[in-house]
């Protein structure tokens, strides 16, 4: 229960700072996400089995918050969670290095899917415009903020699991 | 009969007048080259003692004069640094109350609308659109498609709204269009954001004379905007051979990368013509 709590505020946190702060960090038209980097950090760090419910739950709230899709943010969640599992298995001595695969790989799947709405949506776009004006420079930034998100989370979970804290 | 003249009386008497007659002397004057030739050693030795001992108390003292300097001093940098985030904090109240006082200009400069001032406390998470979020919903009387302005022109409208919060689409957001009418050329265009957050002019009359810096106005077309507010000015246009329309590039008057507080017109009701769209 605590470890849900604990989670669950981290990442309220992590989405005030992020629609407060972070999402006026741009590179161009980019912009760090810092809700998708705790999402990884956590999937990467979590030992409970039902875990994909919180993830899941995660990604409706900043569906509901966001003007995209409600479906976006839960399909890119969903996807880390699922890589992750598969990840850990592989990388289980190198966390850092499965969250660098997993914040590069998961930002081009969201920054995929916006352009997939908007093209749905039938929104006028040019695709070179959005891959170098905004992918680029969010994977950048993501990349760039993976480092100090997966030790906070890392930390966290030392605090949560005082006993298990290998990861 | 008593003899007044004993020795022991004739001295007293002679102490007496030799005391009386140095301290006439000294009174008058007399004395004093005396007085500085035998008081100058002292004064010599009395300052040589002084400096040593200051010295040697310095010497000894002065570790412990540190140590409360340096807790003086430890005390009044943070008396300052205090005394400087409460500068800071009253600049902010003075920016916030500066930003607050020119949107009241603006609503009594246009009094055919009703406003609800807002503080921006939001970006979208979303690089590709272009949407904040404010402190004002429904509570507040706010709704679905009123649009929103600050003191120098046009924000966008509201986008979504919950109790206490609400959505704002930007007018540089790529699903953004604003019908506008250019102010000197009189002809009517309209303005659209990008994924960028640049704003382009489009549909304007391929025969229409558009000089750069022209005023770009809501037109009040297609009822989602009142007519009249203040959009931006034209940067550039562009005419493509065999082309039906022109084309340019605006310079929005608001400053969006800034943006933290705007007002919202209460009393517009947007018209949805979406079912009417083939």
């Known amino acids: ?167 | 009969m008593r003899n007044l003249f004993t020795p022991k009386n004739l001295r007293n008497l002679i102490l007496i007048i030799v005391i009386v007659g140095v301290l006439v002397l000294a009174i008058s004057g007399y004395l004093t080259p005396l007085f500085s030739l035998s008081v100058s050693p002292l004064i010599s030795a009395q300052s040589w003692i002084s400096e040593r001992y200051l010295a040697f108390s310095d010497f000894f003292g002065s570790p412990r004069d540190m140590a409360t300097l340096r807790e003086e001093n430890a005390l009044l940098r943070n008396e300052v640094a205090q005394l400087q985030s409460e500068i800071i904090a009253l600049q902010e109240n003075l920016a916030q109350a500066e930003i607050l006082y020119t949107l009241l200009d603006f609503a009594r400069n246009n009094p055919e609308h009703e406003y609800v001032a807002a503080t921006v406390i939001g970006r979208e998470i979303s690089p590709y659109l272009q949407y904040i979020i404010i402190d004002k919903g429904s509570n507040d009387g706010i709704r679905y498609g009123m649009p929103v302005v600050t003191q120098q022109g046009l924000v966008g409208r509201i986008d979504a709204v919950i109790s206490d919060a609400a959505r704002i689409q930007l007018i540089t957001d790529a699903g953004s269009v604003v019908n506008v009418r250019l102010k000197t050329a009189n002809v009517e265009g309209q303005v659209s954001g990008s994924i960028t957050g640049e704003v382009s002019l489009d549909m304007v009359p391929i025969d229409a004379q558009v000089e750069i810096g022209e005023v770009i106005l809501t037109s009040g077309l297609g009822g989602t905007y009142p007519p009249n507010i203040f959009v931006g000015q034209v940067l550039s246009m562009q005419t493509r051979q065999n082309a039906l329309f022109q084309t340019g590039s605006v310079q929005p008057i608001v400053d969006f990368s800034v943006l933290s507080a705007v007002l919202v017109i209460t009393n517009f009701d947007a018209v949805d013509i979406t079912p009417l769209i083939p």
């Open chain 1, 1 to 167: 229960m605590l470890i849900y709590l604990a989670y669950g505020m981290s990442f309220v946190l992590a989405m005030m700072l992020q629609y407060g702060v972070f999402s006026r960090w741009m590179i161009l038209s980019g912009s760090p996400d810092l809700v998708l980097l705790l999402v990884i950090a956590l999937c990467l760090h979590q030992k409970n089995r039902r875990f994909w419910i919180l993830v899941l739950i995660m990604g409706g709230v900043v569906g509901l918050v966001s003007a995209m899709p409600y479906f976006v943010p839960m399909i890119v969640y969903m996807a880390v969670y699922l890589a992750s599992l598969s990840l850990k298995q592989r990388l289980w001595q190198t966390p850092l290095l499965g969250m660098f695969l997993l914040t590069f790989g998961a930002t081009i799947l969201a920054n995929l899917l916006s352009i997939a709405v908007l093209f749905v949506q039938r929104i006028p776009f040019v695709f070179s415009e959005a891959l170098v004006n905004v992918l680029l420079p969010a994977v950048f930034l993501n990349m760039f903020l993976a480092i100090p998100v997966h030790a906070i989370v890392r930390e966290l979970n030392v605090w949560l699991y005082p006993q298990g804290a290998q990861v």
